[in-house]
């Protein structure tokens, strides 16, 4: 799946880290629809996993600098998430390969972009208007 605009949510930043998280899944769907050999997806993948623990921390320590009320029940989302891809990662070696995992995690991640950071956005517009783009 491309990134498109509509999913931007206004913050820099995270909008920059969401695409390049698009970016991430394109080139695994990529890989999968090539039928690459399933190291190089896993390697796809790890980098995925790695980019994603990076970006929730940055989202999470933002969420903290801003003291959003809702900070815990979205960091435990995100440790959610990153506890199902492990698990999927792990499922990759009795099927090896990527594509179950992709619509999952694209489903997920469409979702989390589209309703629950633009939860956060919502109290960020209010309590520090700067960080929004105009
Ligand atoms: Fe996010
Ligand atoms: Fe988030």
């Given at each position: 799946m491309k990134w498109n605009n509509?999913?931007?949510?206004?913050i820099e930043t995270i909008d920059e880290q969401h695409k390049k998280i698009f970016e991430h899944l394109l080139a695994i769907e990529n890989a999968v629809a090539k039928r690459d050999p399933w190291h190089i997806q896993r390697f796809l993948l790890s980098q995925l996993a790695d980019y994603m623990k990076f970006h929730l921390a940055v989202e999470e320590a933002l969420l903290e600098i801003v003291g959003y009320p809702g900070r815990l029940g979205h960091k435990e989302a995100h440790s959610h998430i990153l506890e199902q891809l492990a698990e999927l990662e792990r499922g990759m070696k009795e099927n090896p390969s990527a594509d179950n995992l992709v619509r999952f995690f694209e489903n997920w991640f469409l979702n989390h972009v589209l309703q629950g950071d633009r939860e956060y956005v919502v109290y960020i517009r209010k309590e520090m208007p700067a960080l929004l783009r105009a």
């Open positions: 509509s999913f931007a949510i206004g």
